[in-house]
DNA sequence: GTCACTATACCGACTAGTCGGTTTTTCGGG
DNA sequence: CCCGAAAAACCGACTAGTCGGTATAGTGAC
């Protein structure tokens, strides 16, 4: 059996969770340590500042992101299926965390920014690795950033869901019949 | 000679050009005011509310939407291949102030979400009646997203520019030779 | 005693929106 | 063309409320 989150970890979810749904204007202190079951108080003394929060939230998503590389390293065959694939799965801890950090970097958060570009590069360079053609790369990682863009505006509020898994599926077969 | 644009239209601009580079939390009335060249008291004249500027914005976004679908239904032959292309042009009033009204949507406005929605669907109607391929224009509207999301990261900041118009080409051309 | 908090009070900075007053533009009569 | 009044456009100080951050006294578990 897991552990129960920690206080630490409950109060970056808060962050995260308040940041994807309802936007950087609120999450105010107040709103983070409610929703993660403690006091402003409690929030402060693990987190002297919001900066701090923020820092948290950035490490968070460096691990995450190292993870879903090594996955990407291991089966280099199924790499760029994979990275299209997962962009649907907006529930994922991966996907929530980017897009709790996308949310900051909107806001012209500059570190936010340093940090998506920095895992934008990683995530090329292995699938440059993994496939061999430049074009294609790009082909594959804007149908992500498009999956992710569409998931991340449905999952706010009420677009219509046009991009189902199984839509996603024949787009993918549709670009591995592309010969380069 | 074109007329110098009005205060109303300057303070409208003003708006999405905060949103745009400074996120929501950036644009201040006294912000928006001071960018636009008139003071504080001088945007309540015209704007009664922050939610009347951002109603004005909506309006303008309509009303691009509009042309641009005209421009696209004139032109079916060309419309899947002018959809991606200009989702670069970051420059554009559509693309700007579809950027400016997306951050409002991430903020959880829910109008702003039910607009883009909107928008959303006509965008899919005709490139379906032009493309005829349902997962074709799928497939040409997500490109189009990750274009766009890419552009707006980098316009926050330093993101490297991975998708340089060229490249764009190239992709545009390798989707052509898909057979479906 | 220390750790991990709760609960509450407070401060300074900032923000949306209001309001009384001032300037600029418009316009009809002489 | 000029005058004066009304309407439109605009200014900036003020209010009420919010948020980040600080501080502090207290509590229960170990």
């Given at each position: 059996?897991?552990?129960?989150?920690?206080?630490?970890?409950?109060?970056?979810?808060?962050?995260?969770?308040?940041?994807?749904?309802?936007?950087?204007?609120?999450?105010?202190?107040?709103?983070?340590?409610?929703?993660?079951?403690?006091?402003?108080?409690?929030?402060?003394?693990?987190?002297?500042?919001?900066?701090?929060?923020?820092?948290?939230?950035?490490d968070r998503l460096q691990s995450l992101v190292?993870?879903?590389?090594?996955?990407?390293?291991?089966?280099?065959?199924?790499?760029?299926?994979?990275?299209?694939?997962?962009?649907?799965?907006?529930?994922?801890?991966?996907?929530?965390?980017?897009?709790?950090?996308?949310?900051?970097?909107?806001?012209?958060?500059?570190?936010?920014?340093?940090?998506?570009?920095?895992?934008?590069?990683?995530?090329?360079?292995?699938?440059?690795?993994?496939?061999?053609?430049?074009?294609?790369?790009?082909?594959?990682?804007?149908?992500?950033?498009?999956?992710?863009?569409?998931?991340?505006?449905?999952?706010?509020?009420?677009?219509?869901?046009?991009?189902?898994?199984?839509?996603?599926?024949?787009?993918?077969?549709?670009?591995?019949?592309?010969?380069?």
């Amino acid at each position: 059996m897991g552990h129960a989150p920690s206080t630490v970890q409950r109060l970056i979810d808060a962050y995260q969770d308040i940041l994807v749904s309802d936007g950087e204007r609120s999450a105010t202190l107040e709103a983070i340590a409610q929703r993660a079951g403690v006091s402003k108080g409690g929030l402060t003394y693990h987190f002297k500042s919001k900066d701090e929060l923020a820092a948290a939230l950035f490490d968070r998503l460096q691990s995450l992101v190292e993870a879903d590389l090594a996955v990407m390293r291991a089966e280099p065959a199924q790499a760029a299926d994979y990275y299209v694939k997962s962009s649907l799965d907006v529930e994922s801890p991966l996907e929530r965390c980017n897009m709790a950090v996308t949310r900051l970097a909107q806001g012209s958060h500059p570190e936010a920014n340093e940090l998506l570009a920095r895992c934008r590069t990683q995530w090329f360079d292995v699938l440059m690795d993994a496939v061999g053609n430049e074009d294609m790369v790009h082909l594959v990682m804007l149908l992500g950033d498009g999956i992710y863009f569409n998931a991340s505006l449905t999952g706010t509020g009420a677009m219509p869901s046009e991009t189902d898994p199984a839509t996603i599926d024949r787009i993918v077969g549709l670009i591995g019949t592309i010969e380069y």
